[in-house]
Antibody, heavy 116, light 107 residues
Framework: QVQLVQSGAEVKKPGASVKVSCKASGYTFTGHYIHWVRQAPGQGLEWMGCINPNSGATHYAQRFQGRVTMTRDTSISTAYLELNRLRSDDTAVFYC?????????WGQGTLVTVSS | EIVLTQSPATLSLSPGERATLSCRASQSVSSSLDWYQQKPGQAPRLLIYDASNRATGIPDRVSGSGSGTDFTLTINSLEPEDFAVYYCQHRSMWPYSFGQGTKLEIK
């Protein structure tokens, strides 16, 4: 079945970077965009951007420009989200999702905690 | 950037009642509007795509309507499992965005 499995929880200090992975299975990885969505504790969903796994082209939300990098490794069907210069308000669950026009499925989420 | 505004923020209803959730876009998104349900500790789940099409496994008491800037998610005969947070999302153009969510709670 189509599945996205994300890497485990991370604890980072302010100013550090984090890299979250999203491994796809059950479909042709290069055939569908992968999107990343952030959800701060008790808050709503925030679209961060996406990557075309075939070409590597990316689209980022303006508020993350300069701090976020989305990449992929087609040999292992995995997409990556890297967020730099972490702040305490970056503490959130990060989700990946496959786009088939709409988002399905979603990964299980990765909690990133930023704390000194 | 297209802004999606959901209303109400919180909806308190009893099982068996009908829920009507609204999503308004700051400019037309045609029918490129989807609805997601999220329960605590879980990833969002697709309910409705292209404004009015039920996703696989979604019961027919759940329906979506609208186009352009005004959209509605209706859930008839509320079941206990329907109480959750609902988000609309557009994919009309970059950047995509979500509404702020409507929490459907048990009255």
């Amino acid at each position: 079945q189509v599945q996205l499995v994300q890497s485990g929880a991370e604890v980072k200090k302010p100013g550090a970077s984090v890299k979250v992975s999203c491994k796809a299975s059950g479909y042709t990885f290069t055939g569908h965009y992968i999107h990343w969505v952030r959800q701060a504790p008790g808050q709503g969903l925030e679209w961060m951007g996406c990557i075309n796994p075939n070409s590597g082209a990316t689209h980022y939300a303006q508020r993350f420009q300069g701090r976020v990098t989305m990449t992929r490794d087609t040999s292992i069907s995995t997409a990556y989200l890297e967020l730099n210069r972490l702040r305490s308000d970056d503490t959130a669950v990060f989700y990946c999702a496959r786009e088939v026009n709409w988002f399905v499925p979603w990964g299980q989420g990765t909690l990133v905690t930023v704390s000194s | 950037e297209i802004v999606l505004t959901q209303s109400p923020a919180t909806l308190s209803l009893s099982p068996g009642e009908r829920a009507t959730l609204s999503c308004r876009a700051s400019q037309s998104v045609s029918s490129s509007l989807d609805w997601y349900q999220q329960k605590p500790g879980q990833a969002p789940r697709l309910l409705i795509y292209d404004a009015s099409n039920r996703a696989t496994g979604i019961p027919d008491r759940v329906s979506g309507s609208g186009s352009g800037t005004d959209f509605t998610l209706t859930i008839n005969s509320l079941e206990p499992e329907d109480f959750a947070v609902y988000y609309c999302q557009h994919r009309s153009m970059w950047p995509y965005s979500f509404g702020q969510g409507t929490k459907l709670e048990i009255k």
